[in-house]
């Protein structure tokens, strides 16, 4: 399984912007396909969640009401709409699949893309 997330840049507050990411190879009807953030001198975290079959949709606190993870399964895409972004929101975007679970843990995610860098100025 490959994973190509696109679609970072820098922004201003307030301001939108969507990523994308593209799995390729095979993929799990029972997966979870996620992103995470990890910002510098922090851990990685996790931002949201999709489960590939079902629809079903997570996310973190800190992004509630303003990020929205969706997927289509035909062409193998999930896409993150981030809107009213915030300075805080500036981090490395991951996108990973959690191939056997639905699962918002880090440790259950099992395949990586390379990271897309989103910048959000003051």
């Known amino acids: 399984v490959q994973l190509q997330a696109c679609g970072g840049g820098v922004m201003q507050a307030g301001c939108s912007l969507r990523l994308s990411c593209a799995a390729s190879?095979?993929?799990?009807?029972?997966?979870?396909m996620g992103w995470f953030r990890q910002a510098p001198g922090k851990e990685r975290e996790f931002v949201a969640g999709?489960?590939?079959?079902?629809?079903?949709?997570r996310y973190a606190d800190p992004v509630k009401g303003r990020f929205t993870i969706s997927r289509d399964n035909a062409k193998r895409l999930v896409t993150l709409q981030m809107n009213s972004l915030k300075p805080e929101d500036t981090a490395v975007y991951y996108c990973a699949i959690a191939s056997r679970v639905y699962s918002m843990r880090i440790g259950d995610y099992d395949y990586w893309g390379q990271g897309t860098q989103v910048t959000v100025s003051s």
């Open positions: 999709i489960h590939w079959s079902w629809g079903s949709t």
């Open positions: 190879g095979r993929t799990f009807s029972s997966s979870t």
